[in-house]
């Protein structure tokens, strides 16, 4: 069974990834609000893929969250990185494209991303 660590702020979005991927799949979705945990949580529960959000405010930017995918590939080389990134912020999407080019995250994901294709996307790493 394939473990998913989902690193978002937006509770309600992690919520239906959850429910819509557990049901169709099988799939063991974990859910961590708190960014400062989700190396711990990756490395502890093994997980094959982490969706990193990158905050549209507060401290978590994209520079922490890169850092983030920085020990992730150091720690924890095994598990694919993917950022979701808002739509609309150029420096954030051209720091995200970046990190893609640089082998920092595997891929990256809009917000605006509807959550079926997030999913998809996620399940078949």
Known sequence: MQTVVLV???????EEIMRKAQANSGARIIHVRNYDKALE??????????????PQSGEYDVSRCLDICASLREKAPWCKLFLCCPD??????????????????D???FYDTTTDYLISKLLTQ
């Open 107 to 109: 891929d990256f994901l």
């Open 41 to 54: 949580c990756i490395i502890s529960n093994n997980a094959g893929v982490a969706l990193i959000e990158t």
């Open 8 to 14: 978002m702020q937006r509770k309600f979005v992690a």
């Open 88 to 105: 609309e912020d150029r420096p954030c999407i051209e720091r995200v494209i970046a990190a893609q080019r640089n082998m920092q995250i």
